[in-house]
């Protein structure tokens, strides 16, 4: 099966910066859309970015210009840098890839376990 493992995320004050990685491993015959989702206590989840398998992002308008999402098609692998970090921007993150097990089969949405970034003086 498919397995997404996310690393990074921590503490850090304000202004600071941080980055995240996604890996996917298990049976992938191929990735498309791959990207990064927030949710703060008491709030729904939200996208923070994403990006296709060619290279477009999108972003959220509240951390454009802060935010940069890329990926790694050889290895599965999303990221997510995170700079100019804020408190509002304290959350669990959680990836998101769009994998294919097989050729032909159509791709299902699969999820990291989530990682905690905390945002404080």
């Known amino acids: 099966q498919v397995q997404l493992v996310e690393s990074g995320g921590g503490s850090v004050q304000p202004g600071e910066s941080l980055s995240l990685s996604c890996a996917a491993s298990?049976?992938?015959?191929?990735?498309?859309?791959m990207g990064w989702y927030r949710q703060a206590p008491g709030t729904q989840r939200e996208l923070v970015a994403d990006?296709?398998?060619?290279?477009?992002?999108n972003y959220a308008e509240s951390v454009k210009g802060r935010f940069a999402i890329s990926r790694d098609n050889a290895k599965n692998t999303v990221f997510l840098q995170m700079n100019r970090l804020k408190p509002e921007d304290t959350a669990v993150y959680y990836c998101?890839?769009?994998?294919?097990?097989?050729?032909?089969?159509?791709?299902?949405?699969?999820w990291g376990q989530g990682t905690q970034v905390t945002v404080s003086s």
């Open positions: 998101k890839q769009a994998i294919s097990p097989s050729e032909s089969v159509l791709s299902y949405d699969y």
């Open positions: 298990g049976s992938i015959f191929r990735t498309s859309l």
């Open positions: 990006i296709t398998r060619d290279g477009r992002r």
